[in-house]
């Protein structure tokens, strides 16, 4: 409509511009020509109307050119339009995708809320009191999901329970892995007062620290002080005693010396007559063990063995022979071993003690050798306490204790003067007696003292 608007005005104009040239020729051919003066007059006149009408279709046309020029501006700010309503149009799809998805998330929202949620974890337990004074437990639950998206944060929820009961409840029945309940939290309130009464412990504290600091710091001037003082005075003192001090250190000192050298002599007369002790003891300890004594106490020795065992064979044959009335063949092959056995072991034994004694006799003799000798590291290492070291020391010194046992034990039972005195000679023997006790021993026996030696 616009163009064709524009274009009939233009072809108007073209068409009149045109023919005006031949109307306003036409009065001058005429006069040359000698046309008439009114047809001259009709020219001018034409020429005058044509004039006229070319400038009413100047205006024309500039109207036309300003409703050019208004088609233009509204067409500039028609396609303004069309875009901001584009950009709307666009913004309005974005915003419709979004509600989409908003609602596809409700829908998915919904679906699970119609099945029931498996709490994970309580994350915190508040209480909450209200202004009518009702209490009501709040607890942030996580629960289970199935999204398998670790990025995306996991669903959690608040639940108002009435009761701790409810809790309980509510914990017991969900399934899976069983569900701790966190302690309460400290309501802000709480939280806020716990802050100023530490920053009010704080204070305090740092005020009774800066005072002590404050009167350790006088204190320690004053011990200061107090020791230069000290330091002082215990320096004029030492320069006015230095003098005299000399002489009685010297005279101190030789008077240890001297009462050093008197302990000095006395503990050796002291060792020496401990050493001549020890001496005349393993003198009579060798006699006695090297002569008929030695062999005495070896032959008791194994003939309380001997009848310990000849006594505890004739126990077991006599168990043997009440246990085997059913067989015979038995009973003979366990009296055989057994009185195998017990012939082997008395022998073993009596080896083993005959060699023990033979090492204590050499033992005594290289003691006795080393005793002739003054100023010997032997002598410090002899024990005049007791004679057999080498039985009670080594692991047979059961088997001493059960001889001297026997020993005893036939003493006391026999009334034959001469066993007796064999016996008493092992028992003074093996228990070490001294020349004093055994001397001690003769005269309470020569005083008329009734059974042996008196003692029992």
Same mark, same amino acid.
């Given at each position: ?6 274009? =009939? ?20 051919? =005429? ?15 034409? =020429? ?7 400038? $009413? ?10 409703? +050019?020029?208004?088609? /233009?501006?509204?067409?500039?700010? @028609?396609? $303004?339009? @069309? ?6 149009? /666009? ?23 119609g099945r029931p949620k498996d709490p994970r974890r309580i994350l915190h337990k508040v209480k909450h009191v209200t202004h009518a004074g009702q209490t009501t437990l709040w607890c942030l639950v996580e629960y289970t999901s199935d999204d398998d998206d670790e990025s995306r944060p996991p669903e959690c929820g608040w639940l108002a329970f009435q009761h701790e009961a409810d809790l309980l409840e509510y914990v017991r029945r969900a399934s899976g892995e069983p569900v701790r309940v966190p302690d309460l939290s400290l309501p802000p309130s709480d939280v806020l007062q716990m802050k100023l009464d530490l920053s009010d412990e704080l204070e305090r504290v740092q005020e009774e620290f800066r005072r002590y600091r404050v009167r350790s710091e006088i204190t320690r001037k004053q011990k200061e002080?107090? !020791?230069?003082? +000290? ?8 320069? *006015? ?17 001297? $009462?050093?050298?008197?302990? @000095?002599?006395?503990?050796? *007369?002291? $060792? /020496?007559?401990? !050493? ?12 006695? @063990? ?7 106490? !070896? ?107 026997? +020993? ?18 092992? +028992? ?8 004093? /006790? ?19």
């Open positions: 409509m616009a163009d064709d608007d524009v274009g =009939a005005p233009a072809a108007v104009v073209s068409g009149d511009l045109t023919c005006s040239p031949c109307v306003e020729e036409s009065p001058q051919d =005429a006069q040359v020509e000698g046309v008439p003066a009114t047809t001259a007059a009709q020219s001018i006149d034409e =020429a005058a109307k044509w004039k006229e009408r070319s400038g $009413r279709l100047g205006n024309a046309v500039n109207q036309q050119k300003a409703r +050019i020029q208004e088609l /233009e501006e509204s067409d500039t700010r @028609l396609k $303004r339009l @069309l875009n901001l309503a584009k950009r709307s149009i /666009e913004s309005k799809d974005a915003s419709i995708e979004s509600l989409k998805q908003q609602v596809v998330e409700l829908k998915a929202a919904a679906a699970k809320q002080a107090e !020791l230069r003082k +000290i330091s002082a005075s215990a320096l004029t003192k030492q320069t *006015e005693q230095i003098g005299g001090m000399d002489l009685q250190q010297e005279l101190q000192a030789a008077r240890v010396q001297v $009462r050093r050298f008197s302990q @000095l002599q006395t503990s050796a *007369e002291e $060792r /020496e007559r401990e !050493l001549q002790d020890k001496y005349d003891k393993l003198a009579r300890e060798h006699a006695k @063990l090297s002569g008929a004594m030695g062999e005495t106490v !070896l032959a008791m020795e194994w003939r309380a063995r001997y009848e310990q065992a000849v006594a505890d064979k004739a126990a077991l044959e006599q168990q043997v022979v009440m246990a085997a009335s059913s067989s015979d063949s038995s009973r003979h092959v366990l009296d055989v071993d057994i009185s195998g056995n017990d012939v082997a072991k008395l022998k073993m034994e009596f080896a083993l003690y005959r060699k023990r004694a033979m090492q204590v006799v050499d033992l005594k003799d290289k003691e006795l050798q080393t005793c002739r000798i003054p100023g010997t590291a032997g002598l410090r290492r002899m024990s005049s306490s007791n004679s057999l070291n080498g039985f009670e020391t080594s692991s047979h010194a059961p088997t001493t204790n059960e001889y001297l046992k026997n +020993i005893v034990i036939k003493y006391m039972s026999t009334d034959q003067d001469e066993v007796k005195e064999h016996m008493e000679k092992a +028992i003074a023997t093996v228990l070490n007696f001294s020349s004093a /006790e055994v001397k001690h021993i003769q005269d309470k026996r020569k005083g008329g003292a009734a059974g042996g030696w008196g003692l029992w």
